[in-house]
């Protein structure tokens, strides 16, 4: 079963950056699709962005042009770099695959956008 293990989060002021990490642990790395996740608070969990195992990427509108997703399949690692980041982006950000018919989900990772 894969286990995904995030870094990344915090507390940064609009307009700011963070990059948060998830790293999984499979030899299967590179044929996943991976995605991220948000839920802000009290709100459902919505989906993000996501790249393929060719390195496409698609993201939701809501951050497209402020967030970029990319992976590294030599350390079986994907990154969510985020700029521009607004208050609205304030949420916990999951990564999630499915692999062998089974949702893997990271541990979560607060963000807070606030001045």
């Known amino acids: 079963q894969v286990q995904l293990a995030q870094s990344g989060g915090g507390l940064v002021q609009p307009g700011g950056s963070l990059r948060l990490s998830c790293a999984a642990s499979?030899?299967?790395?590179?044929?996943?699709?991976i995605h991220w996740f948000r839920q802000p608070p009290e709100k459902q969990r919505e989906w993000v962005a996501q790249?393929?195992?060719?390195?496409?990427?698609a993201y939701a509108d809501s951050v497209k042009g402020r967030f970029t997703i990319s992976r590294d399949n030599a350390n079986n690692t994907v990154y969510l770099q985020m700029n521009s980041l607004k208050p609205e982006d304030s949420a916990i950000y999951y990564c999630?695959?499915?692999?062998?018919?089974?949702?893997?989900w990271g541990q979560g990772a607060q963000v807070t956008v606030a001045s």
């Open positions: 999630n695959t499915l692999s062998s018919g089974t949702s893997a």
């Open positions: 499979t030899s299967r790395f590179r044929s996943l699709l």
């Open positions: 790249i393929a195992s060719n390195g496409i990427a």
